[in-house]
């Protein structure tokens, strides 16, 4: 068995003092949310703070607020359980619900928390191993060495973003809201990340994310589509994120988000911009889903081969969008129907 280390565990009651408690013990200080991939990562060494700020018990972490009119508030404290059974998430952002319905297993939803999700950290094949199996191969530059193994000539990590709802945030338009030592400030869900697969997030290690901020749903439709080798509980190879709006059967407005496919979510704008103006017809959809295939360029260091997840970006662009059109899974399934 891998035994966690010995560290220091402070117990905040409000935003306030976590902000207080982090901002005094500097770098040997972590955030802890619901625990479900940080202390597995720190089992493996991977992280080795000396002390943990818990947030579990903030309770003004917790909750979604907010009207359909006005928009909602997320509450970074919120377990994924409950957002994914949210009426009012379920009902005006079906993507969202899908995404955090779909992380790990069910007991991993209860712990886990939509602010943990969003800030998760980015996965390797040589990186999310145990410390033994690391130092055999001689450890990588995301902690304890000076090479990417993924591509050793590389300046640069390589590392995998594999949050299930950071691309869906990010294609509903959303703001997330960081609090830290010099204040507050909202900023859009894009901002909040880098591609870099070791500094994979743009926000201060002492800022705390407290909110995810969704627009008012004015009629957008969402869809959230994730390859994994299991169905039952595994982290995304890909995520596709698609959201739009339309105006009668036309499309005004649309975001499509692959998630898993670079060390940052990654807006597939072309194939966004090329939906503006048209209706969701078959056609259109197989258009847009080559156009979004072209930014997705996987790596190979997660499950499955990269040319197999670049491929099935056009596929699960292509359903998701027909969900949201309200069309078969596919124009062959169309087809048999009719
Ligand atoms: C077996 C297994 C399978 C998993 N499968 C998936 C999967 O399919 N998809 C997926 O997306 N994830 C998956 N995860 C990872 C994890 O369970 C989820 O990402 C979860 O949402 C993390 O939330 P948490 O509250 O537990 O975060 P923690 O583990 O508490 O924290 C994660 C990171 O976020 C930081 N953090 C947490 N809250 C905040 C905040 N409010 N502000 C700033 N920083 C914060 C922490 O400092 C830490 O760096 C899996 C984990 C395991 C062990
Ligand atoms: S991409 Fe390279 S540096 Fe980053 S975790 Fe993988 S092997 Fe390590």
Same mark, same amino acid.
């Given at each position: 068995m891998i035994r966690l280390p010995a560290f220091e565990y402070l117990t905040p009651r409000t935003v306030g003092d976590a902000v207080k408690y982090l901002a005094d013990r500097g770098a040997d200080a972590m955030l802890v949310a619901g625990g479900t991939d940080l202390y597995p990562n720190m089992k493996?060494?991977?992280?080795?703070?000396?002390?943990?700020?818990?947030?579990?018990?903030?309770?003004?972490?917790?909750?979604?607020?907010?009207?359909?009119?006005?928009?909602?508030?997320?509450?970074?404290?919120?377990?994924?359980?409950?957002?994914?059974?949210? $009426? &009012?998430?379920? *009902?005006?952002?079906?993507?969202?619900?899908?995404?955090? @319905?779909?992380?790990?297993? #069910?007991? =991993?939803?209860?712990?886990?928390?939509?602010?943990?999700?969003?800030?998760?950290?980015?996965?390797?094949?040589?990186?999310?191993?145990?410390?033994?199996?690391?130092?055999?191969?001689g450890f990588c530059m995301k902690k304890d060495g000076d090479i990417c193994l993924v591509a050793p000539g590389s300046p640069r990590c390589w590392a995998v973003s594999s949050s299930d709802t950071a691309p869906v945030a990010w294609s509903l338009g959303a703001n997330v809201r960081l609090v830290g030592p010099a204040g507050e400030r909202v900023i859009p869900t894009e901002a909040l990340y880098r591609d870099d697969g070791i500094q994979y997030l743009a926000k201060q290690p002492n800022e705390i994310l407290t909110e995810l901020i969704l627009p008012? $749903? &004015?009629?957008? *439709?969402?869809?959230?589509?994730?390859?994994?080798?299991? @169905?039952?509980?595994?982290? #995304?190879? =890909?995520?596709?994120?698609?959201?739009v709006r339309l105006d009668g059967d036309t499309v005004r407005e649309a975001r499509i988000v692959l998630g898993a496919v670079a060390s940052t979510p990654r807006e597939a704008t072309?194939?966004?911009?090329?939906?503006?103006?048209?209706?969701?017809?078959?056609?259109?959809?197989d258009a847009t889903a080559e156009l979004a295939a072209g930014p997705s360029k996987p790596l190979d260091n997660t499950d499955f081969t990269h040319p197999y997840r670049k491929k099935m970006t056009r596929v699960f662009v292509a359903r998701a969008l027909r969900r949201i059109a309200g069309l078969a899974a596919s124009a062959r399934v169309e087809e048999e129907v009719t």
């Open positions: 493996r060494r991977q992280f080795e703070p000396k002390i943990l700020v818990g947030v579990g018990g903030v309770a003004e972490l917790r909750g979604v607020r907010g009207s359909a009119r006005d928009g909602f508030t997320v509450g970074a404290g919120t377990t994924l359980s409950t957002v994914a059974r949210h $009426p &009012e998430i379920v *009902r005006h952002y079906p993507g969202l619900a899908t995404a955090a @319905g779909l992380v790990s297993s #069910p007991q =991993l939803r209860n712990m886990g928390t939509i602010g943990g999700n969003l800030c998760v950290d980015t996965r390797c094949n040589y990186y999310n191993q145990s410390f033994a199996w690391r130092k055999a191969i008012p $749903p &004015e009629g957008r *439709r969402s869809a959230y589509m994730k390859l994994r080798r299991r @169905g039952s509980f595994d982290f #995304p190879v =890909l995520g596709v994120a698609v959201s072309k194939a966004s911009a090329s939906l503006v103006g048209q209706r969701l017809t078959s056609a259109v959809i």
